[in-house]
């Protein structure tokens, strides 16, 4: 986990970062949600930075108790609690199933297990699993679809997890560069 923390300290412009949170206050955030951070986004939260104006994402890393602004106000309840119910990618834009089979799914894809790191635009957001089976995994969510991050699935040649996903947006490479 050194490594990746000094990785991360190097990848954020301290101009830009939020001040860390301390881990009283990142404790203090999980026995409300009912959750532990995963490693190594916990420990940077909590000393080096929270949320940044850089990226990643384009539009900024977003506070760890915040959303980004473009995701709306009148949403459900986020429960972080509640497992991250995908394994595989999901193109609902494509599913042939009835909206009354998708519609319960897509609410959870959004709002259980999750925090949401910040948006590309567009309504593109990238998401850290902190509950289920995709514990630490980044995905990216949007309207169309979820995706998740890291060259086990096939999409990127990145590294899974918080650190590979800020790794691959400091070497510039495309998100989805496979």
Known sequence: MDIDLAALRAAFDVGTCGPPLGWDAVRAFEAEHGIVLPEPYR????????????????????????????????????????????????????????????????????????????TDGCGMYWHLVVSGPHRG????????????????FGTTTGSSGFAGWVEHWVAGRPWFDV
């Open 43 to 118: 420990t940077f939260v909590a000393e080096v930075c929270d949320g940044s104006r850089s990226g990643p994402p384009d539009f900024g890393l977003v506070p760890l108790a915040e959303l980004p602004r473009d995701w709306g106000d009148r949403r459900p309840r986020r429960v972080l609690a509640l497992p991250f119910p995908l394994t595989a990618v999901w193109a609902w834009e494509d599913d042939p199933r009835p909206s009354e089979e998708i519609d319960p799914l897509l609410e959870r894809v959004f709002y259980h297990g999750s925090i949401v790191l910040g």
């Open 137 to 152: 995994h980044v995905w990216q969510i949007s309207g169309e679809g979820a995706v998740p991050f890291g060259a086990e």
